[in-house]
Nanobody, 115 residues
Framework: VQLQASGGGLVQAGGSLRLSCAAS????????MGWYRQAPGKQRELVAS???????NYADSVKGRFTISRDNAKNTVYLQMNSLKPEDTAVYYC??????????WGQGTQVTVSS
């Protein structure tokens, strides 16, 4: 499985971006799809995730502003980010994980929010 992330960019505070993560290959065994981010000097953190059972999970800092979704036909996971804040500035990574031990990462896409 290869993941291709896109959609990052520079946006003013209060603006919106939508990140996409397109997967190639079989994702039948994937149990969790998610987005992580890493800001300079900080550890990578989970932003949002989506389980194969349909459950979603969000970091407290993005609840109510970000929405994770998926398009099964396109093997793509999205992260809609609204009301962006300067503290959302980071490199965003998509991740697909399976109980069998598979762990796939996209290449990262930069999101910069100016004040």
């Amino acid at each position: 499985v290869q993941l291709q992330a896109s959609g990052g960019g520079l946006v003013q505070a209060g603006g919106s971006l939508r990140l996409s993560c397109a997967a190639s290959g079989s994702i039948f065994s994937i149990n969790v799809m998610g987005w992580y981010r890493q800001a300079p000097g900080k550890q990578r953190e989970l932003v949002a995730s989506f389980t194969s059972g349909g459950r979603t999970n969000y970091a407290d800092s993005v609840k109510g502003r970000f929405t994770i979704s998926r398009d099964n036909a396109k093997n793509t996971v999205y992260l809609q980010m609204n009301s962006l804040k300067p503290e959302d500035t980071a490199v965003y990574y998509c991740n697909f994980w399976a109980l069998v031990g598979s762990d796939y990462w996209g290449q990262g896409t930069q999101v910069t929010v100016s004040s």
